[in-house]
């Protein structure tokens, strides 16, 4: 599988966060990371798994696997005030279609801003937490 650097960039700085939290937190092992991607950041699911595996490599974070959640899109127009899911842009376009202006799904103007779909968060770390260590009291000395 060809690595993308857009993908790896993601990748290394959820295993940064992971790995930051895990110290913070005295986690022994991270089970599974649960991130949300929206779908304007560009990420693909699959290389951005893939990608975290590699950086994962030697870390805490090693072996656990990264779930995600992909959030749609959503813009509002500035015309006609609807709000709601983007709509993809026509294929037809091919590469260039990425740079095509989002159309409102009401009236078709593309006079739109973008009010949802650039998230890139972790949601949660499921981990194993490393087991308290009880503080032994001093015996007292016998009189």
Do not use: W, Y
């Not at 939290?21 to 022994?28: C, F, N, Q």
């Not at 490599?57 to 992909?70: D, H, P, S, V």
């Not at 993809?88 to 091919?94: F, Q, T, V, Y």
């Amino acid at each position: 599988m060809v690595t993308s650097l857009h993908e790896f960039s993601a990748a290394c700085s959820i295993v940064e966060t992971v790995v930051e939290a895990a110290r913070s937190h005295d986690v022994k092992r991270v089970k599974a990371v649960n991130i949300e991607v929206g779908e304007f950041t560009f990420l693909l699911p699959e290389q951005l798994r893939f990608n975290f595996e590699i950086a994962s490599q030697k870390t805490i974070a090693e072996g656990a696997e990264l779930n995600i959640r992909m959030v749609k899109g959503r813009l509002i127009c500035r015309d006609c005030g609807h709000e709601g899911e983007a709509q993809s842009p026509d294929e037809a376009l091919g590469p260039a279609a990425m740079f095509a202006p989002m159309k409102c799904t009401k009236c078709g103007s593309s006079a739109t801003t973008i009010t949802g779909g650039k998230e890139f968060l972790i949601a949660d770390i499921e981990a194993e937490v490393a087991a308290p260590v009880e503080k032994q009291r001093p015996k007292p000395k016998p009189h």
